[in-house]
């Protein structure tokens, strides 16, 4: 009986080491489950990243070579206006005057209110009376 006892005292042990490395078994693969779908999330996680990482790089290269040819651009843009700024500068007195002695200004006049030195007013004058006298006697031919 003794022996009987020992033999249900091994099977039970043995029946309870199985049923223990069953459940082991079991675990073990629900953790090795749970782990190949973190890993897989992880993996989409990261290649979602890399296409963010890399749009956002192409898109700042875009934007950085945009940006470049609006400076680019705007200082072409500045250049021309400091051009005309300095040619228009200088021939708006000139062209101020020659106005101002068409509609019958005197050398004074230009001295005083375009900031032409005498000698400027003086020729102004001299040339649009001698254009004036050209045109009047043109007309004065083409009459005959």
Known sequence: MQDSLANLILWATVIIAV??????????????????????????????????????GSGSIGVGQRLLEVEKKLNQTMERQVDLEQKDAGSLPYNYAIRLVEMGASADDLVENCGLARVEAD?????????????QNDISYDNF
Do not use: C, F, P
């Open 19 to 56: 049923l223990v490395a069953v459940y082991g078994v079991m675990q073990v693969m629900t953790l090795r489950r749970l782990l190949d779908r973190s890993k897989h999330e992880t993996q989409m996680l990261v290649q979602s990243l890399r296409n963010e990482t890399h749009a956002m």
């Open 123 to 135: 020729l102004i004058a001299l040339v649009h009376a001698e254009l004036k006298k050209r045109h």
